[in-house]
């Protein structure tokens, strides 16, 4: 299970941080990451990182200004924002993937060519709004 948190309302400019909790047993080898969904659009990831090495992808649009880190002793990973513009605001959603194979970071670094690939979990999503 996968819980996400820290959405919000921010101005343009401005930052925020998601969090987002595993829950149960996990292997040591997965990805974990966000993606996101605004109206209209489909679904594209942000920015995963590996459990078992710390490597990490972004996607173009929020390189330089998003940073994902995990916590692994709480199965936890964040995703600092900063910089935040109107076209950042969406749903973002957690998802998680056991043993990720190639295609998984490519989804997470928003290769939309991957967008079939089967991503483990996914939790509900969180609500961010860049509005003035």
């Known amino acids: 299970q996968l819980q996400a948190f820290g959405g919000g309302l921010v101005q343009p400019g401005g930052s925020l941080r998601l969090s987002c909790v595993a829950s149960?047993?996990?292997?040591?080898?997965?990805?974990i990451g966000w993606f996101r969904q605004a109206p209209g659009k489909e679904r594209e990831g942000v920015s995963c990182i590996s459990a078992r090495d710390g490597s990490q992808v972004y996607s173009d649009s929020v390189k330089g200004r998003f940073t994902i880190s995990r916590d692994n002793a709480k199965n936890t990973v964040y995703l600092q924002m900063n910089g935040l513009q109107p076209e950042d605001t969406a749903v973002y959603y957690c998802?998680?993937?056991?043993?990720?194979?190639?295609?998984?970071?490519?989804?997470?670094?928003?290769?939309?060519?991957?967008?079939?690939?089967?991503?483990?979990?996914w939790g509900e999503g969180t609500l961010v709004t860049v509005s003035s």
């Open positions: 149960g047993r996990l292997p040591g080898d997965y990805a």
């Open positions: 998802a998680l993937d056991f043993y990720p194979r190639a295609a998984a970071y490519r989804y997470c670094a928003g290769d939309q060519r991957e967008s079939e690939y089967g991503m483990d979990y």
